[in-house]
């Protein structure tokens, strides 16, 4: 891969322009990580609204049709579906891994196999998050194991 660094004119945007031959998901990745650079994600804790990084999140969870960022300094609640996050972060570190809850993979210390083919999940934090047995391919694939 060549990357070239070009100095825009005085008054013009800065642009990002991908030249490629096959828009594979390296490169989807690389598209998603620079959108989502910039993207805030709008979340509600007591009576304040605050904008997280997608990246401090530790995993979005779904709860009587409300929808929770579990992040570095609390739980927020987001005005997002979980396939709206999917489809959002779809080629970040965020993977669905239940009905229920996407967890950001980038976060996991370690796993663990569990009963009936789900595994566990222990998270930086110190969380354990179960994954689903119909998800644990999906994790497999995306950690490269």
Do not use: H, W
């Amino acid at each position: 891969m060549k990357i070239t660094i070009e100095t825009p004119q005085p008054g013009q945007e800065d642009e990002i322009i991908v030249r490629c031959s096959n828009l594979d998901e390296r490169m989807l990745k690389i598209i998603s990580s620079l959108k989502s650079e910039n993207s805030k994600l709008t979340a509600y804790v007591e009576d304040k609204i605050v904008k997280l990084d997608p990246k401090d999140i530790y995993y979005f969870e779904s709860v009587d049709n409300k929808v929770f960022a579990y992040g570095n300094k609390g739980v927020y609640e987001v005005q997002m579906k979980l396939y709206e996050i999917m489809e959002a972060y779809s080629y970040t570190d965020f993977l669905r891994i239940s009905k229920s809850v996407i967890v950001n993979v980038a976060k996991i210390a370690y796993l663990r196999p569990g009963f009936n083919g789900r595994f566990e999940a222990r998270l930086k934090n110190d969380e354990k998050i179960i994954i689903s047995r119909q998800y644990v391919a999906d994790l497999k694939q995306k950690l490269g194991i």
